[in-house]
């Protein structure tokens, strides 16, 4: 049995190595794009819809080529309505992405393609 990364990067590169071989959705992709929603839906204080906090989740369930995360980050970098994180626009994630936002999202929406979901 192999143990499962707890980092972000990690996840990464034990999915560019030959040791996954299929396209499933990470446990740590999962957890990340949990948090992204709490974050979003002021779970975690009642008062504060933590915006950044939320982009920084989501961008890391994607990173972790989480399905959902990969359609949702790149509509939010389109600026095109995503379901997971309603309430986040392109300007709010415009201040967390160095480079060409539209450039980034068009990548994550190749890379959502490339794992079999069709938007």
Do not use: W
Request: with cysteine; glycine share 6%; aromatic share 4%.
């Amino acid at each position: 049995r192999v143990s499962r990364p707890s980092c972000v990067s990690a996840e990464v590169v034990r999915k560019l190595s030959s040791l996954v071989a299929e396209h499933r959705d990470s446990v740590l992709g999962c957890v990340h794009l949990d948090l992204a929603k709490y974050h979003e839906t002021c779970r975690f204080d009642g008062n504060i819809q933590d915006k950044a906090s939320a982009h920084f989740h989501l961008k890391a369930a994607a990173d972790c080529e989480n399905k959902q995360a990969l359609v949702a980050i790149s509509c939010l970098y389109l600026g095109l309505p995503n379901d997971i994180l309603p309430t986040l626009t392109q300007l709010d994630a415009a201040d967390h992405v160095p480079g060409n936002i539209e450039d980034i999202g068009m990548d994550y929406m190749v890379s959502s393609a490339h794992h079999g979901d069709v938007n």
